[in-house]
């Protein structure tokens, strides 16, 4: 069955460490979105990619980026991670035509300490 | 951007009776509004949606209303189950569908026996 995951789904890292979250997906969606949760904000977009080598800016993108070499994969990174960024980060994709389901992955719990 | 107000933050409502969650939106463009249940720990997990064309949708217990003139639309859950009991999100995607959602802050919804 197609699907999306996420890894690592937890990681605890240092002030100041790069980081790498990995989402995979197998429905071969050209649409991937990455989110973030935190209590009292809901979900917010970071970036989001219509295609290979597509990438753009969502509502709380500072600090964070993205990469699209394939279909499958859209890594986020955290280039020097703040303790502001502590959250759950929820990976996403849909298909690139008309208004469709997002299916979401499991989700990373990341603590920057 | 899109600005998506939902309320209550917490609803709680006594097993068997109906619970309503409502969401009002800013952005006349937008054409698609999906209902996100989310369990404790879980990922969100789309229960129903309904596009700008549509001014209802109804599945088993679960309904959606929209109404274009007043930017608003409500979740109507009929006959609460304890296992109803989750944090429910109301989103918005405006334009060509490709953009991420921008979803309300949630609604903990608590079923009470």
């Known amino acids: 069955d197609a699907e999306i995951t996420q890894s690592p789904r937890h990681k605890i890292t240092e002030t100041g460490r790069q980081v790498t979250l990995a989402c995979h997906q197998t429905w071969n969606h050209n649409n991937m979105f990455w989110y973030r949760q935190d209590l009292g904000h809901g979900l917010r977009l970071i970036h989001y990619s219509y295609g290979v080598q597509d990438t753009n800016k969502g509502e709380v993108s500072d600090g964070y980026s993205v990469s699209r070499s394939n279909t499958e994969d859209l890594p986020l990174t955290l280039e020097s991670a703040a303790s502001s960024q502590t959250s759950v980060y929820f990976c996403?994709?849909?298909?690139?035509?008309?208004?469709?389901?997002?299916?979401f992955g499991q989700g990373t719990r990341l603590t920057v300490v | 951007g899109e600005n998506v107000e939902q309320h209550p933050s917490t609803l709680s409502v006594q097993e068997g009776d109906s619970a309503v969650i409502k969401c009002t939106y800013s952005?006349?463009?937008?054409?698609?509004f999906p209902w996100y249940k989310q369990e404790l720990g879980k990922r969100p997990q789309l229960i129903i949606d309904?596009?700008?064309?549509?001014g209802e949708k109804k599945d088993q217990r679960i309904a959606v209303t929209l109404n274009k003139t007043a930017k608003h639309f409500s979740l109507h859950i009929t006959e609460t189950q304890p296992e109803d009991s989750a944090v429910y999100f109301c989103a918005a995607r405006s334009g060509g569908g490709a953009d991420g959602l921008t979803f309300g802050k949630g609604t903990h919804l608590i079923i009470q026996p």
């Open positions: 996403a994709s849909s298909e690139a035509t008309g208004v469709t389901e997002a299916f």
């Open positions: 952005d006349s463009a937008s054409n698609y």
């Open positions: 309904i596009r700008s064309n549509v």
